[in-house]
């Protein structure tokens, strides 16, 4: 179908329907270590503190993932071959840093759904790396299978599943009031101290902006086999954005109510946090929901482990064929790319050991650090482009969310480096 005819096209409550997937998909990447982690225990650390930095990164990075469905709907190609075909300088900058950061990635979203599953099943008696290696296996086995377009249909059922259950938690914590003991005092996240944890729920929320290109990937995927209109594509888009905006802000509620103040010690290591949410589950709602929403949680991140493994290997994949300048990626090279990163991840793994707190909070700032550059990436993407010329309003949103980018990058680094000390 060509641009034209994909412009024409009605758009109807069904056809925005048949358009949902690549946003959905890019929802279940997203509600992973950012939301039932970061999310969570800033709520429980510091309140209601850090919901404005919450919703901030939200909207200041909206325009970076909307390029990606406003681009690839425009002009029928990836971002990915938007930076081929911008300058190969781009195109090897962004593959460079997808290079580094499927790994980190892939690794931690996996070891926290190893965490899940030895703490749900404890009798099984093996290590953390091990359940991570046979997480591994499995998303390979079910990619090499075929069977992700299966998976993609579950993961609607596992966002929506838990979206309602964690807005039913949060409103039956909200109805009980805060839990804070009387001589509890509270905490400033406004310190140099603080500016770590800050830095790392921003890394991943919603997702790391490379995510961006990942889907457009496939949204590229989805109109070769269901054509949709540019608005049915923006619907898409924002129902996957708005839905992982909306629960990161759920989450931190749930940890506000439940556990903000009411003495209990806030585990920071990743696995061990899991364990104390679904405790806030089912307190909240009652023992019966224990076996369910660890079902739930082990679901979400098992979504977007895989998920990950897929996207990264798609875009690596698509770089280097751009690089190399050939027409098409064979199943076999997509494959071994699926492989690389769910090796290289799962050694990432294995590397940090016994390290997985700091596994995971390494991913989220590694991500918050890279991400004015892929977020500059976008911009003069679509910028440079005359046929895909921003709004006013979208442009101002994009300079301003440089700018916070990289102020708090560069805040973080000189922080790093002791100059603020």
Request: proline residues 3%; hydrophobic residues 55%; glycine residues 8%.
């Given at each position: 179908?060509?641009?034209?005819?994909?412009?024409?096209?009605?758009?109807?409550?069904?056809?925005?329907?048949?358009?949902?997937?690549?946003?959905?998909?890019?929802?279940?990447?997203?509600?992973?270590?950012?939301?039932?982690?970061?999310?969570?225990?800033?709520?429980?650390?510091?309140?209601?503190?850090?919901?404005?930095?919450?919703?901030?990164?939200?909207?200041?990075?909206?325009?970076?993932?909307?390029?990606?469905?406003?681009?690839?709907?425009?002009?029928?190609?990836?971002?990915?071959?938007?930076?081929?075909?911008?300058?190969?300088?781009?195109?090897?900058?962004?593959?460079?840093?997808?290079?580094?950061?499927?790994?980190?990635?892939?690794?931690?979203?996996?070891?926290?759904?190893?965490?899940?599953?030895?703490?749900?099943?404890?009798?099984?008696?093996?290590?953390?790396?091990?359940?991570?290696?046979?997480?591994?296996?499995?998303?390979?086995?079910?990619?090499?299978?075929?069977?992700?377009?299966?998976?993609?249909?579950?993961?609607?059922?596992?966002?929506?599943?838990?979206?309602?259950?964690?807005?039913?938690?949060?409103?039956?914590?909200?109805?009980?009031?805060?839990?804070?003991?009387?001589?509890?005092?509270?905490?400033?996240?406004?310190?140099?101290?603080?500016?770590?944890?800050?830095?790392?729920?921003?890394?991943?929320?919603?997702?790391?902006?490379?995510?961006?290109?990942?889907?457009?990937?496939?949204?590229?995927?989805?109109?070769?086999?269901?054509?949709?209109?540019?608005?049915?594509?923006?619907?898409?888009?924002?129902?996957?954005?708005?839905?992982?905006?909306?629960?990161?802000?759920?989450?931190?509620?749930?940890?506000?109510?439940?556990?903000?103040?009411?003495?209990?010690?806030?585990?920071?290591?990743?696995?061990?946090?899991?364990?104390?949410?679904?405790?806030?589950?089912?307190?909240?709602?009652?023992?019966?929901?224990?076996?369910?929403?660890?079902?739930?949680?082990?679901?979400?991140?098992?979504?977007?482990?895989?998920?990950?493994?897929?996207?990264?290997?798609?875009?690596?994949?698509?770089?280097?064929?751009?690089?190399?300048?050939?027409?098409?990626?064979?199943?076999?090279?997509?494959?071994?790319?699926?492989?690389?990163?769910?090796?290289?991840?799962?050694?990432?793994?294995?590397?940090?050991?016994?390290?997985?707190?700091?596994?995971?909070?390494?991913?989220?700032?590694?991500?918050?650090?890279?991400?004015?550059?892929?977020?500059?990436?976008?911009?003069?993407l679509v910028k440079a482009d005359k046929k895909h010329k921003l709004s006013k309003g979208?442009?101002?949103?994009?300079i301003v969310g440089l700018v916070y980018l990289v102020g708090f990058s560069v805040l973080?680094?000189?922080?790093?480096?002791?100059?603020?000390?």
């Open positions: 179908m060509s641009q034209n005819q994909t412009h024409t096209l009605t758009s109807t409550w069904q056809s925005r329907m048949s358009a949902l997937g690549p946003g959905i998909l890019m929802a279940s990447a997203a509600i992973g270590g950012s939301h039932l982690i970061a999310s969570t225990q800033a709520g429980a650390l510091y309140g209601w503190q850090l919901a404005l930095i919450i919703v901030l990164t939200n909207i200041l990075k909206y325009p970076f993932f909307r390029f990606s469905a406003h681009y690839t709907m425009d002009a029928g190609k990836s971002l990915v071959q938007g930076y081929a075909e911008k300058s190969h300088f781009y195109l090897w900058v962004f593959t460079l840093l997808c290079f580094i950061s499927a790994t980190i990635n892939a690794g931690a979203v996996a070891v926290v759904t190893a965490a899940i599953i030895k703490m749900a099943l404890p009798s099984l008696g093996l290590e953390t790396g091990m359940i991570a290696a046979l997480i591994m296996l499995s998303c390979l086995l079910i990619l090499l299978s075929g069977q992700y377009r299966a998976l993609d249909r579950v993961s609607k059922a596992i966002v929506a599943s838990l979206a309602v259950a964690t807005m039913i938690t949060a409103g039956i914590a909200m109805s009980r009031g805060m839990q804070m003991q009387p001589d509890f005092i509270e905490p400033t996240p406004w310190t140099l101290t603080g500016l770590g944890f800050i830095i790392a729920l921003m890394g991943w929320m919603p997702a790391p902006i490379e995510i961006s290109a990942i889907n457009s990937l496939w949204v590229t995927e989805k109109q070769k086999i269901q054509p949709s209109s540019y608005r049915d594509g923006i619907f898409d888009f924002n129902v996957g954005f708005y839905t992982s905006a909306v629960l990161a802000v759920v989450f931190l509620v749930l940890g506000a109510y439940v556990q903000y103040g009411n003495g209990e010690t806030v585990q920071m290591a990743g696995g061990k946090y899991i364990d104390q949410l679904i405790n806030m589950y089912a307190v909240t709602i009652g023992e019966w929901a224990r076996p369910l929403v660890a079902f739930i949680a082990f679901a979400c991140m098992y979504g977007t482990t895989i998920t990950v493994i897929d996207g990264y290997a798609r875009a690596m994949s698509e770089s280097v064929r751009l690089i190399r300048r050939k027409e098409s990626i064979s199943k076999g090279e997509l494959f071994g790319w699926y492989i690389w990163v769910a090796g290289s991840g799962l050694a990432m793994i294995l590397w940090f050991n016994s390290a997985m707190a700091e596994l995971l909070k390494f991913a989220m700032i590694s991500a918050f650090l890279a991400a004015p550059i892929f977020a500059w990436l976008n911009y003069r979208m442009e101002a949103l994009a973080f680094l000189l922080n790093l480096a002791g100059f603020l000390s």
